[in-house]
Nanobody, 119 residues
């Protein structure tokens, strides 16, 4: 079993910055990729950014140039630096991890952290 613990959400004015963190814990697993998704009220959950163990990056078009995803493999932690935030970035942000354990792949989600950007 893998647990994902998120932190760093909050309320910020438009143009401001926030940094989200997500730490994975558990035993007997390896991480293939970690990422951040978000879900705004009335909308589907969408990918924000993802990073693989080898460093491959994926970003939603709407956040390119403003958000940066990074990870610390030793700490099993992924970060999302969010700059130039806009009101449309308001959503619950969820950490996601794609892991391998005992030769099987599993997907885990964090509990979500609220990000609110005021205009």
């Amino acid at each position: 079993q893998v647990q994902l613990v998120e932190s760093g959400g909050g309320l910020v004015q438009a143009g401001g910055s926030l940094r989200l963190s997500c730490a994975a814990s558990g035993s007997a697993f390896s991480i293939n990729a970690m990422g951040w998704y978000r879900q705004a009220p009335g909308k589907q959950r969408e990918l924000v950014a993802a990073i693989t163990t080898r460093g491959r990056l994926d970003y939603a078009e709407s956040v390119k140039g403003r958000f940066t995803i990074s990870r610390d493999n030793a700490k099993r932690t992924v970060y999302l630096q969010m700059n130039s935030l806009k009101p449309e970035d308001t959503a619950v942000y969820y950490c996601n991890a794609d892991v391998t354990s005992d030769y099987h792949s599993y997907e885990y989600w964090g509990q979500g952290t609220q990000v609110t950007v005021s205009s």
